[in-house]
């Protein structure tokens, strides 16, 4: 991961599942990098904003908030790119027996 410059794009697949909740969430946190995720959050997030109900209970607004959709899955062969950052480096790291990283 030395190899790596800032800005490079890098090229990520998932060889082998995680075994624990903390791997599992820092390969989503990962995942949630690559700009196609990026843009199906955001276009989710303004959507549910957009379309938030909002009551009166006790002469004050409260908001009935729709669940967050998952956007990314982990799973064995998943694969996804994104723009290598230097705060990246440790996150790499520990899933690195999870997964492949490569230049794209």
Known sequence: MTTFKPG??????????PKTDDQTSTIERLMRRDAD???ALKKGHRRRQQQ???YNRGNRDWYKR???GKIVR???GATW???YTLDL???LAA??????????
């Open 8 to 17: 490079q794009q890098v090229k990520c697949t998932i060889t082998a599942l």
């Open 37 to 39: 995720s990026k843009r």
């Open 52 to 54: 938030m109900v909002v």
């Open 66 to 68: 729709e669940k967050c």
């Open 74 to 76: 982990v799973f064995q």
């Open 81 to 83: 790119s994104m723009p």
């Open 89 to 91: 480096s440790h996150d």
């Open 95 to 104: 899933v690195s027996g999870f997964v492949k990283i490569e230049a794209a």
